[in-house]
């Protein structure tokens, strides 16, 4: 029984650790065609424990992605994916997807004036 114990320990302290992004911040430029992404993910070593994935879809067409083998800084990411082969028309709404690279995702959603 106390084998078990150790590693179920470990384990639990992994998932309280383990979380996923806190916010998604997206600001789309029109006249550049750029889509800033910045994502609070607080962590204590972006090392370890970071944004791996985002990805910019517009329904069910992926516009841009990025994978990431570590996080910017211990509060989080931010990328700027360009556009400009498909930039947004008016009315236009994406879908960011940012994922932790232990555990959960998060979404947010923008929609051009």
Known sequence: MKRMALPLLLLCA???AAHPPRSLELNYDAEKAELTVKIAHRV?????????????ALGKELLAEKAFERQENAEGQEQVFLLRERPLA??????????CN????????????
């Not at 204590?44 to 994935?53: G, L, M, Q, S, Y």
């Not at 008016?90 to 994922?99: C, I, N």
Request: hydrophobic share 40%; charged share 35%; aromatic share 2%.
């Open 14 to 16: 992994l998932a309280l």
């Open 44 to 56: 204590n070593d972006p090392e370890r424990h970071f944004i791996a994935r985002i990805e910019v």
């Open 90 to 99: 008016p009315g236009e709404e994406v879908v960011v997807t940012a994922a």
């Open 102 to 113: 232990i555990s959960g995702k998060r979404s947010a959603r923008l929609k051009r004036d």
